[in-house]
C-alpha cells in the first residue's frame, strides 16, 4: 500500500502538468485566473445542449466586448462545467451567474408566458389604475408591474373584448434559465418569376416560391440569487406580409407574351429587451401597434384571408411561480 499512493501522486502529478504549463503560458497582465463551476445540475434537468443558455446569459450580463478586448480571456461550457479565465472582479460576476440557473436546479421555478393580440390601445386606459410603469429601452414599448390578482384581473379584462386575440399555443411555461418559444404564422405562395419551357405550352412556367410570416416571440427568465426579484430577456420578431405588388413581365419566347409575377411588400418589427421586477409580481409588456400575423377565424370557422394584414396592441405577460408558492 505505501508504494500504490506514492505511484498515484505521482501519476496525478503528470495528468496535471501539462495544463499548469498551458496556464502558465497564457498572459495574466490583469490578474487572471482559472477557474471552473459545476453546472451539471442544471443541464441535467434542463437537458442536453443547455450549457448555452447559461454561457448567453454570462456574455449579455457582462458584456461581450470584455471577452474580445485587450484581456486575455476565455469562457466555454459542457454538460458539466463552465470554464473561464478572466480577472477575478469577472470570475465574481460569473460565480454569482452560475449559483442563479444551479439554485435548486432539481425543482426548477416556472414562469406563465402569455401572448395576447388586442385590436385597439384603448385597454391602458382601463387598466390605467393597476399599471406601476418600469423602464424600456425600445420606442414605442412600455411595461409595467403588477400583483398577481391585478394580473389576472386584467387578462381577463382583454379576453373579454371583442377584438382580442391569444395566441393559439395559450400560456407556455418556462423554467428557470430556459426561454420559452411562443409563435405564430403562415406561408404565403407566390409567383416568383417565369422561364422559358419550350416543352410544354405555352412555352413557359412560373416558377413558384413561398413567403413566410409570422411572430416569434421568447422569454428567458432568471431569479436572482437571492430569489427576491427576477430578470427576463424579451426577443421579439414579427414578419408580415402586406400585400403582394403585381409586375407584368415579357416572357422570352418567340410571340413575347406576357405574364404576372409578384413581388412580396413585408413589414418587420425587432424588439429585443431586458426587465428586472419583484419575484412576488406579473410583468406586463405593451409592444405597441405592431404586425399579427397570426391566422385567425372568421365567422364560417375558416381561417382568415390574407387581406386581413392588421395592426394589434401586443401584450406579454410573464407571471412567476415558484416552487412551493401558489
Not at 418587420?268 to 400575423?293: D, H, I, K, Y
Request: charged share 20%; with cysteine; proline share 8%.
Amino acid at each position: 500500500m505505501s508504494r500504490v499512493r506514492p505511484a498515484l501522486a505521482l501519476l496525478f502529478v503528470l495528468l496535471l502538468e501539462p495544463c499548469v504549463a498551458a496556464l502558465a503560458q497564457l498572459p495574466a497582465d490583469a490578474g487572471q485566473v482559472w477557474k471552473i463551476y459545476d453546472i451539471s445540475s442544471f443541464v441535467k434537468v434542463a437537458g442536453p445542449g443547455s450549457q448555452k443558455h447559461v454561457v448567453d446569459w454570462v456574455l449579455q450580463e457582462t458584456g461581450y466586448a470584455n471577452w474580445h478586448g485587450d484581456v486575455v480571456a476565455s469562457l466555454s461550457a459542457d454538460a458539466s462545467a463552465l470554464k473561464c479565465y478572466h480577472a477575478p472582479a469577472m470570475q465574481a460576476k460569473v460565480e454569482e451567474i452560475a449559483a442563479r440557473f444551479t439554485v435548486d436546479a432539481a425543482a426548477p421555478h416556472r414562469f406563465s408566458v402569455r401572448v395576447l393580440g388586442v385590436g385597439s390601445p384603448s385597454w391602458r386606459n382601463d387598466a390605467r389604475g393597476m399599471l406601476r410603469a418600469i423602464p424600456t429601452a425600445t420606442p414605442g414599448v412600455q411595461a409595467w408591474v403588477l400583483s398577481r390578482e391585478e394580473a389576472a384581473m386584467l387578462v381577463g379584462m382583454l379576453l373579454r373584448r371583442s377584438d382580442c386575440q391569444e395566441l393559439p399555443t395559450g400560456p407556455v411555461l418556462a423554467a428557470n434559465g430556459l426561454p420559452a418559444v411562443l409563435s405564430g404564422g403562415r406561408s404565403r405562395p407566390y409567383v416568383r418569376d417565369v422561364a422559358p419551357r419550350a416543352d410544354a405550352w405555352p412555352g413557359w412556367q412560373a416558377l413558384g416560391a413561398t413567403c413566410d410570416e409570422g411572430l416569434s416571440l421568447d422569454v428567458q427568465p432568471l431569479i436572482s440569487r437571492d430569489g427576491t426579484a427576477v430578470e427576463a430577456v424579451l426577443r421579439c420578431r414579427i414578419d408580415q406580409i402586406e400585400r403582394m405588388a403585381p409586375v407584368v413581365v415579357s416572357v422570352p419566347v418567340a410571340d413575347r407574351q406576357r405574364a404576372q409575377i409578384e413581388v412580396p411588400q413585408m413589414s418587420a418589427v425587432r424588439v429585443g429587451e431586458r426587465f428586472r421586477w419583484p419575484v412576488n409580481q406579473t410583468l406586463v409588456v405593451g409592444l405597441g401597434l405592431v404586425p399579427w400575423p397570426v391566422p385567425g377565424q372568421n365567422a364560417a370557422g375558416t381561417p382568415s384571408l390574407f387581406s386581413d394584414a392588421k395592426r394589434t396592441d401586443v401584450v406579454v405577460v410573464v407571471e412567476p411561480r415558484l416552487t412551493g408558492g401558489p
